[in-house]
């Protein structure tokens, strides 16, 4: 890693106080909307954080900066990082300086703080139909190199319509089905038509194939992912040779997350990819298995939620303060790191009740835990601030300047 | 409802423009966090509010609202509404306004955001037990009535000494497990022996009892949310009884959620009721059976979160902007408001996949919905906005001031 990456930014011009202690936990906006300030300052010790907090253990974290760096920089295709996953301008900044060559953003307004806060090149891996939200995507490619994907040739008239009136050219993805069953147009000549519509269009510049295979990323088997993304690439390559046959660009072909990347990595037809969550390693992640049936150790857990311990009545039964608002539970329930014979059981909207009967001490009142999330993503959109800290101490404070930025 | 309470707080100091086809999205804070402006206008058409949004359709809002008070004035006791379904001080107030005592809170900032906006009264229904988390609530209580439960006899001596260095007497109330199996002292002669310490404090000043049978809010059956309520109030009463022939004060009992308040109304012991979903109706509550088997309808739903079909792949399905970061799936999926054949059948990040096959028409591509929110709760902490709804246009527009706060 470089020295340049290695300096994380530290939040230097913060005026206003945390909530330790003091009288001021929070700045008023003219709208009235309480922003938290963040729960630690800058030097402090991890356990005198206040909780919940979200922390990231900045050696973790920058061993999985630079090994995906190292992996894809390899295969020699493109890194675009997805921005979803972590939603803050220092991170986005860590991964370019690494060589990415942009982050992806999955809605138009959260693509709007990246490119506020500098980063130059932004690709929405997702449709986006109203001309309101258009017109926004377009005016911020006066700003930045700015894509978006389309799946539909009705949305084609009013995207280079908005294109036009912001006196831009709109980088355009087809995206795909490759078996996410989400978004997509299908594969092969259905996409073929869409693109030459895209093709034709003034104000829109056809770049090539969004082509995600998002329900493989989570299987369990090693075997059953690269049997996933073997069917995936089939369909990618059939259309790109659809796409060469009628004359169509397509430059771009992106794709892959941190449970598949490997596999597009190899595939000959994928030319960027586009990992998120590798950054932090969340529960559900980790219990990916390799090749040889193994958990899955190439990524460290960096992403944590820090809790009290703030009652123990007893029955085996602690519980910490932080529970739905702290965390998302769609992928299951907090890890307790350090602590694998401790389970988190049970969620309730601000506790999470911890059974340590298996436990050879029981946990103390007051004690702090650090937790691993289920599920990354949504959990880091619960968070104003998130933490770094290194050997125990706070390096740095971040803003995570997309949250809630669901529009 | 008195006219003052109709009078819903507008909006009209905010200075910066929405997001709808301006440059404008956000304010930037002195700590570089971006804060969301609202996603509407006022006096704008429900149409074009920006999606995803929280919205309230304020009809259905002020018929809760004034059953709740109406319900409850008739009972005798007091009504004190859990601020943490709403983190709303307009909502906060309008309770106040119909005759509630004061609000709950879970958390210490979160009654901090709520007493900052100039609600007098706030009980946090929860332990704390980290000394600066204490030094901010005793501060609190210099500016409002402030209370908070404890369940644990070493905490007693951190609470009084954190009272007594911010010059006030903090009003306590033991907690005790009425069947919630959360956070909790045994009934009893446990409790009566925590509650002699919080009597004998200097700074203390002991209420009485904190009794919430969290768990049976949610049980379907009406049989079986009297029965767990029954074994609840027995509990109570008896610790009540201990409280009495000790010579221990206990003027408030409190607890009582949406599922059964009208339960501990009529129990005899319990003074003070503090539901809270109440105000929204959400679907899991609104799968609570009443006595005679039917769905109970005594309150609306009048939370909603507005959604756009931005994906029509086909095979029957529709897919809407709003997934895991725009609702909790905790209790299940959301529903669709007025087309209840189409079901909302899995989340991703930031979509929802709709199935639309049973519905006499397909859903149209950029077609707008309003999605009933499974868990209401930690839903609306995920929005820095709600959206007052009348007659299909925009009335007023309300900050989340609590939005994550939860430390």
Redesign the interface.
Known sequence: MDQAARQHPR?T????RH???K?I???M???????????ADVGMALEDV????LIIELEAFEHNLARMADDVRRSGLSLRPHG?AHKC?EIARLQVAHGAVGVCS??G?EA??FV?AGIANVLVT????????L??LA?LARQAVVGLCV??A??VPLLSTAAGRAGITLDVLVEI?VGA??????PGEPAVRLAELVARAPHLRLKGLQAYQ?RAQHVRSFDDRRAAIARATELVRDTVEKFRARGLPCEVVAGGGTGTYTLEATSGVYTELQPGSYIFMDAAYAQNLDESGKRATGYRHSLFVYS?V??????G?A?V??G???F???EGMPWVADRPEVLYTR?????G?LDDTKASSRLR??EKLKLIPG?C??TV?????VVGVRNGRVECLW?????????
Chains 1, 2 share one sequence.
């Open positions: 939040l011009q913060f005026s206003l909530a330790r202690g009288d936990l929070a700045s906006t003219p709208a009235g909307r309480t922003v938290a300030g963040p729960p206040d909780t919940p907090a979803k301008a999955q809605k307004s709007q703080a506020n997702n449709e986006i139909v109203a001309p309101h939200k017109d926004r005016a799946d539909d009705s949305v089905d069953a989400r978004c997509g147009q299908l998002g009290q703030m009652s123990v009545p007893g029955r039964l519980i303060d932080a739905l608002k702290s998302s539970f769609d969620p309730s909207d601000e506790h009740l009142l007051g599920h993503d949504p959109n619960l968070y104003d601030w803003p995570i300047i997309a949250r809630g930025a669901t529009t």
